[in-house]
């Protein structure tokens, strides 16, 4: 199996202009995880999604993020409009199960965005 | 919420040398697991843990659920281990696979 993979790698943008990051799960997981590292905040978990409907997404920041999953192969982040303070290295990451307590997580190689 | 402590937050080896990192959780957990953040900003899945002993390699991994604490152990270090250790722990009762991670522990090897 090719892995959680995601696109774009690196994102470079001007403030106020709208992102999207792309995540494909490890086929067969049936839960995606969208997590966000900075040096400030570490590694937080943003939403989550079983089977393609959003479960948790106590962690999305505010109003300008947000999250879809259409398809069981396929997830977006978007981010509009873009902030500076929206600089971080954005991860997906998936499981198999049904998204219980007790599944490992496997993670994507993440998008580094750079909001200028 | 739960909290999570690692230590030690940086540690410098020789190449060769053996290590133990710990984590410190503050609740009781469905679910522990060990990364592995190479330099490149890969996160490695090494163990999935929430009680028990595994071993992988020159890797091998304990968590004490009474005592609330895992500990990774690192033998015969090498360049290539070098990089961020992430423990992430679920809570036990949380009704969501919610990992929450510690601040990681920043290891360096030297050759």
């Known amino acids: 199996d090719a892995g959680v993979i995601q696109s774009p790698r690196h994102e470079v943008t001007e403030m106020g202009q709208e992102v999207t990051l792309r995540c494909k799960p490890i086929?067969?997981?049936?839960?995606l995880f969208w997590y966000r590292q900075t040096m400030m905040r570490g590694l937080e978990l943003l939403i989550y999604f079983n089977n393609n409907v959003p479960i948790d997404d106590s962690g999305m920041p505010e109003d300008r993020f947000s999250a879809k999953m259409p398809n069981a192969s396929f997830s977006t982040l978007k981010i509009q409009p873009s902030e500076p303070r929206d600089s971080a290295v954005y991860f997906c990451?998936?499981?198999?199960?049904?998204?219980?307590?007790?599944?490992?997580?496997?993670f994507g190689p993440g998008t580094r965005l750079t909001v200028l | 919420g739960i909290q999570v402590e690692q230590s030690p937050p940086d540690l410098i080896l020789q190449e060769g040398a053996n290590s133990t990192l710990r984590c410190n959780f503050s609740?009781?957990?469905?679910?522990l697991q060990w990364f592995h953040q190479n330099p490149w900003g890969q996160l490695i899945n090494l163990f999935y843990?929430?009680?028990g002993t595994k071993q992988n390699g020159r890797l091998s991994a304990t968590t004490v659920a009474t005592e609330r604490y895992s500990l990774l152990y690192i033998s015969s270090s090498q360049t290539t281990d070098s990089g961020v250790y992430f423990c992430a722990v679920n809570p036990y009762g949380g009704a969501t696979n919610k990992l929450i991670f510690g601040t990681g522990t920043l290891l360096a090897v030297q050759p």
């Open positions: 843990i929430p009680s």
């Open positions: 990451a998936s499981s198999s199960g049904a998204g219980i307590t007790t599944d490992t997580q496997y």
């Open positions: 086929s067969g997981h049936n839960s």
């Open positions: 609740d009781s957990v469905n679910n």
